[in-house]
Each structure stands twice: as C-alpha cells, then as structure tokens.
C-alpha cells in the first residue's frame, strides 16, 4: 500500500502499480466485466475506481469467497493511496513516462547467448544441430525445411508482420524451432543464439552448415525450384547496410517507447531495414527463413522485446496491457491465435514462465535508456497539449497500395531532390497470395526529420522495389501504380508536464 501521498502521480509512474494482477483479473472475468488494464479503460472509470477503493465501506479490491467476490481486508487501499489517485484525477489524469526497471538475469533453464560469445563447443554442437535438421527428409514436420516454411511457405501462409502480432508470432516460432534443435541426438541443451545486429555478425556464420542452406525440394516455383541455395551478403558488408540503414539508431529509439505501438513500430522498423541488409535471400520473406543466419537474426529482435518488457515493468499479461494505448483485442481471442501454432498471443507475454531468457550482448550494455513520451502527429483534444520543442516533424507517406508492389521495397524522402531518409517494408514478391497481406492492404510510412530540412523545399518520396540480386538496389515503381499515395506534414505534440 501507498505509504505516503504523492502529489501528482501519473499513471505510467504510479497509478497503474496500484493494481496487482489479481484485481485486475477479478474485475475483467465474466461475473464482472469490467477491465483497469489500460490507461484509456482505467481512466474512463477513474471515478467509480475512486469510490469503489474508498475505505472503510470500498469493496474493491476483492477476493474470491464462498459466496462470490468479496472485499479483501488484507489488500485494501489506504488513505494515503486513495488520496494519491485522487489527485490523479484532479490533475487530468496525467499519463507520464515510467522509470525504468533495471534488466536483472534470470535462473531460467534456457539461456540465450549472444553468438560472439561461443566457445568452439557451443558452435560445434550448434552445427551438429541444424545439420541433423537438413538431413530430414522435407515432409517431416520437424526437419529445417517445414519449419522454415512455416514463415512463409506453403500458401496460405500464416505469417505476421507490421501489426501487434508480429513479436508474438515469431517469438513462438523461434521457440519450435528451438525444440526441434534439441530433438537432434546429443542436442538436448543447445539454444539459439542472438546475432546482436548492432555488431558484426560473428566468422561461424559464414561456415558450413550456417553459411547456407540448399533446398532439397521446390520452395516458391519458379524462383526457388528444388536446388536452390540460400545466399548473403559477406559479414562486413551486412554491417556496412545495418549502419546506413540506421538500424542501430532506430533500435535505441524504439526502446525509449513505453507505449507498446510505439515499440513495435521501431522494431518492426529497424526489422524490416535489417531483412534487406543481409543479402539477397533474406530480403523477402518468400525465403528469408530458409538462409540459416534468420534464426540468429529474430532471436535478436526477440531478445529486445525481453529487454524492453523488463525495462518497461510489463513481463506479465496484466502488467505488459498497461503499455497498451491502442486496442487489447489482440491478447484476447478470437483474435490471439498465432496460427499454426496452438499457442496465442497472450501465453507469449510472459518469456520467463516457458523458461527461456536472454544472457546480455557480448558488448558493453549502457544502462536502461533514457525514457520518454513520444512526440506525436495527434493527441487527444481533452488531453492537455503541447507543440512539441523539438525541431523535427513528421512526413507521412499515406495510402501505399502495397499489394501492387511485387516484393520489399525502399521508400526515400527527398527534399528539392536530396535525399533526407529512408524507410523499407519487407513483402513478399507476390502480396496477393499472402492473406496477412490482403488484411492489411494499404500502408503508411512515416518519417521524422528536422524542420529545416524542409521547410520552402519540395518534397518527393521514390519508391524502390529492391533487386532479387542485390538488394542494395532498386527499381522505381511510378506512384500511381502504388495508389498515388498523399504526403503529409505535421507538427509533433506532446502531453504538457503538470505543475
């Protein structure tokens, strides 16, 4: 309980650990139908949360009892915790910016190293590993073949990206890939690696069984017939791509987002701009999986959700829907299945209960980042407002028509014709057969730049569709068969600080 009362909490820093994970679970099952799991559903009902947690008479928070849901006077709130919610609302019910968590290791039974930092064992029995899942025969659930397919072939594939499942997804599918690793004869500990991408990718991944793959049978006639073989390119060039793409300055972005859209935009970002950089086979998901460095690669993007999940205080289901600011919908079924999978989105919140966690990078990590609220296109009105300090805007590229668009693509925003910035968005060559594709049929791009970078200059946005042969190359695709997309231009807000 709140020993003292805080004179202006927010609900990031303070008011959300007001509610342990029980209460919240009682008020959202059926009997009572009510969830306090985010800041929009809490603040909505903040009036009757005030009165309801008010003692001596409040019958929150409750417990179950013999005869239903009851008071519990072991966990009710104190006056000094009323208070504090009180002002909370008396302040305009402030979001603020939490404080970060210190990132402390775990004793989970599956630890995840960086690959730098194997010992010629631990690659030797790795190698072991994927060789023995080459060697199945392709119709077996269980060897590399199917289970790189699972990422995109056969169609209809099931494959998430660019919305709320994507982390999800693949977290659980590196997890079956894992348990195939450890089905292989004398592979019962091995765990995947992360190639951290901010780092040169380390020798072993340019060696045999690890430096490519060759497809026994037909993977996406007739592009990839039976034959086929993965490639890449050299490590020193993959880290020449990752550091002009900016993959490392949007990652450190991306983790100073508490709200999870936020989050997941710039991983997705940073992602979709990390596909393209390692070569040729990873650039479309129509055979990224099957290059062997794409287990390595997503371990990472898996790692850093960890990462942030524990900076951000939201390892559990309850607490992770509170850096939730759009819909919940997709921990909650219908729309949580990870298909194939059995598994859904909400059994993948919490890493450390299926026993798996993360040992740090091999180099030097700097303490939690620096968190802070996103500048913003828009704000809701009843919030109070401000026009951000920061001399940067956003430039939206609105309305892509990306189903017209065979294959990832690169998308620059220039101004009186130099390019300012890119961005990319990792497709299949063929989107219309892919239905996560078909669902999300038109996207945007966003890109912040400085204001002066801008301002009495023209802009333009070329459109690339990247070369099959090498990515680092494209071909303009004319906007008017992408849709004829709209630029627009918008001052960054912010939520003004309480006084």
């Known amino acids: ?52 947690t008010l003692q001596p008479d409040g019958d929150m928070p409750a417990v179950q009892g013999k005869s ?46 960086d690959a730098a930092s194997l010992s010629a064992d631990e690659v030797a029995t790795l190698a072991q590993a994927f060789q023995g899942l080459y060697d199945r025969d392709p119709t077996d659930p269980q060897s590399y073949f199917a289970l790189a397919g699972q990422h995109w072939y056969p169609p209809p594939n099931e494959c998430k990206h660019h919305n709320d499942l994507y982390l999800p997804w693949h977290r659980i599918l590196m997890r079956h890939f894992e ?8 592979c019962a500990a091995v765990t995947i690696p992360f190639w951290d991408i901010t780092a040169q990718p380390p020798d072993f991944l340019f060696q045999p069984p690890f430096a490519s793959y060759t497809s026994p049978i037909e993977i996406f006639a007739p592009q990839y017939p039976a034959g086929y073989t993965t490639s890449r390119f050299d490590a020193q060039t993959i880290a020449e791509q990752v ?72 390892t559990a289901y309850w607490t992770f829907r509170s850096t939730i600011f759009g819909s919940p919908a997709f921990l909650q079924a219908p729309l949580n299945t990870l298909s194939p999978f059995t598994e859904t989105a909400d059994m993948t919140i919490d890493l450390t209960a299926t026993g798996v966690d993360y040992a740090p990078p091999a180099a030097p990590v700097p303490g939690p980042p620096n968190v802070r609220a996103a500048a913003l296109g828009s704000l809701v009105a ?97 906007a008017r068969v992408y849709g004829h997309p709209t630029i627009n231009v918008r001052l960054l807000l912010e939520e003004s600080s309480q006084e």
């Open 179 to 186: 348990d195939a690793l450890r089905s292989v004869p004398g």
């Open 382 to 478: 009843a919030r109070n407002v401000n026009v951000a300090p920061a001399p940067q805007v956003s430039v939206m590229l609105k309305g892509i028509d990306r189903l017209s668009i065979p294959g990832t693509f690169r998308a620059t925003l220039k101004a009186d014709g130099e390019p300012l910035t890119r961005k990319f968005f990792f497709q299949s060559t063929e989107p219309r057969t892919c239905e996560a594709c078909r669902n999300e049929p038109v996207t945007d791009l966003t890109f912040l730049v400085d204001s002066d970078a801008i301002v009495g200059r023209p802009l333009t946005v070329d459109l690339e569709v990247l070369d099959r042969e090498d990515p680092r190359k494209g071909t303009l695709v004319p």
């Open 243 to 314: 550091s002009q793409n900016a993959i490392p300055e949007t990652i450190a972005d991306a983790m100073t987002k508490f709200q999870w859209g936020m989050h997941i935009t710039g991983i997705w970002q940073a992602h979709d701009a990390g596909h393209p950089s390692c070569g040729q086979s990873m650039a479309t998901p129509d055979v990224a999986a099957f290059d062997p460095i794409f287990w390595f690669f997503h371990a990472n993007w898996d790692r850093l959700w960890w990462e942030w999940q524990k900076i951000m205080q939201a």
């Open 68 to 113: 239903g849901v009851v008071p519990d006077p072991d966990r009710k709130w104190s006056a000094e915790r009323s208070a504090s919610f009180l002002n909370w609302i008396t302040d305009g019910m402030p979001i603020g910016v939490p404080s970060p968590a210190p990132v402390e290791p775990t004793d989970a039974s599956r630890i995840r190293k």
């Open 1 to 52: 309980m709140a020993d003292e009362i805080i004179a202006h909490p927010t609900y990031m820093e303070h008011i959300r650990h007001f509610f342990e994970e029980i209460d919240l679970a009682h008020m959202a099952a059926p009997q009572a139908g009510v969830d306090l799991s985010t800041y929009a559903l809490l603040s909505a009902r903040a009036n009757d949360v005030y009165l309801h």
